[in-house]
């Protein structure tokens, strides 16, 4: 199995506050992606990487930003959460950007009140 | 902005049945992946297919691209209970720059 951890795995805050999201891989692979998981809705991309400090929006960017200062670190952060961000994020990982072979981590699942 | 529909949403069948799950699209992909997925964690990647009209088995699943490369099927023989979980298309293709559109999924249940 793809090395990847997410952390924290489950969180409870509220609205207003800011929240950060890591995903950590071990594969040394270049690109890495954040999605968001709701029922009805699939898996929707936020944002990708595609190496250090190269980074891109996806799908449903509005809200959210991401760093990645180091190849093994992809940061998720919810400037100010909203209850519409309350999700289930998923990080994954993948040796080259047109493979569409994705390796995910066990997922963040955020709430905001 | 390409799209991927599953169908059925949901299918609960018996163990020993047989089952196909579809996954179309009004696009071409230059590669579709299935997923699995189960409570509480990430999807896992099952297979990919690239060429039109191929065909690949993986134990009792077969996964099948269509010739245009616009749909897919999974078909599954003698279903299990541990086949239960939510399975995923997803599609690469020239329209959306090599990222993965995934469709909603198909909530399998195998009753013992």
């Known amino acids: 199995d793809a090395g990847i951890t997410q952390s924290p795995r489950h969180k409870v805050t509220e609205t207003g506050t800011p929240v950060t999201l890591r995903c950590h891989q071990t594969e040394n692979h270049r690109y890495m992606y954040w999605y968001r998981q709701d029922p009805g809705h699939g898996l929707r991309l936020i944002h990708y990487?595609?190496?250090?400090?190269?980074?891109d929006k996806g799908e449903v960017s509005d809200g959210y930003s991401v760093s990645r200062s180091k190849t093994e670190d992809f940061l998720l952060t919810l400037e100010s959460a909203t209850s519409s961000q309350t999700s289930v994020y998923f990080c994954?990982?993948?040796?080259?950007?047109?493979?569409?072979?994705?390796?995910f981590g066990e997922g963040s699942r955020l709430t905001v009140l | 902005t390409q799209l991927l529909e599953q169908s059925p949403q949901f299918l609960s069948i018996q163990e020993g049945e047989n089952l196909t799950v579809y996954c179309n699209s009004s696009?071409?992909?230059?590669?579709l992946q299935w997923y699995r997925q189960e409570p509480g964690e990430g999807p896992v990647l099952l297979v990919t297919v690239v060429t039109g009209g191929e065909v690949k088995k993986l134990k009792r699943l077969t996964f099948q691209f269509g010739d245009a490369r616009k749909d897919s099927s999974l078909h599954i023989t003698a279903a299990q209970p541990g086949d239960t979980g939510l399975y995923l298309c997803a599609g690469v293709g020239d329209t959306n720059a090599g990222k993965s559109t995934f469709g909603d999924g198909t909530t399998l249940t195998v009753k013992p």
């Open positions: 990487s595609y190496g250090v400090k190269d980074t």
């Open positions: 994954a990982i993948s040796g080259g950007l047109n493979t569409g072979e994705l390796f």
């Open positions: 696009s071409v992909f230059s590669s």
